[in-house]
């Protein structure tokens, strides 16, 4: 109960912003990549060899993006791509 109820007047909240747009893109972009892989996936095993292959190197170069955002805790890899 006590984290809801901080008395710290000397929060900075930039930085609890950056905070929330990383978790907020972090989210969005782990969604999006299940999303990607899934649909890549399916259209593979319906031979759809093209958007098959597109959506799965879009998966790919979402994965790279976050992982770079992860790495670098600059949130600016997952709101403006990579």
């Not at 109820?5 to 989210?27: E, H, P, V, W």
């Given at each position: 109960m006590s984290y809801f109820?901080?008395?710290?007047?000397?929060?900075?909240f930039?930085?609890?912003?950056q905070g929330r747009n990383y978790l907020l893109?972090?989210?969005?972009?782990?969604v999006g990549l299940i999303f990607l892989l899934v649909f890549g996936v399916n259209?593979?095993?319906?031979a759809e060899h093209m958007i098959g292959s597109v959506?799965?190197?879009?998966a790919a170069m979402t994965m790279t993006s976050m992982v770079m955002m992860r790495i670098?805790?600059?949130?600016?890899?997952g709101a403006n791509g990579i």
């Amino acid at each position: 109960m006590s984290y809801f109820c901080s008395t710290k007047l000397d929060m900075n909240f930039k930085d609890a912003d950056q905070g929330r747009n990383y978790l907020l893109i972090m989210q969005v972009g782990t969604v999006g990549l299940i999303f990607l892989l899934v649909f890549g996936v399916n259209a593979l095993f319906h031979a759809e060899h093209m958007i098959g292959s597109v959506l799965l190197g879009i998966a790919a170069m979402t994965m790279t993006s976050m992982v770079m955002m992860r790495i670098t805790r600059n949130h600016d890899y997952g709101a403006n791509g990579i």
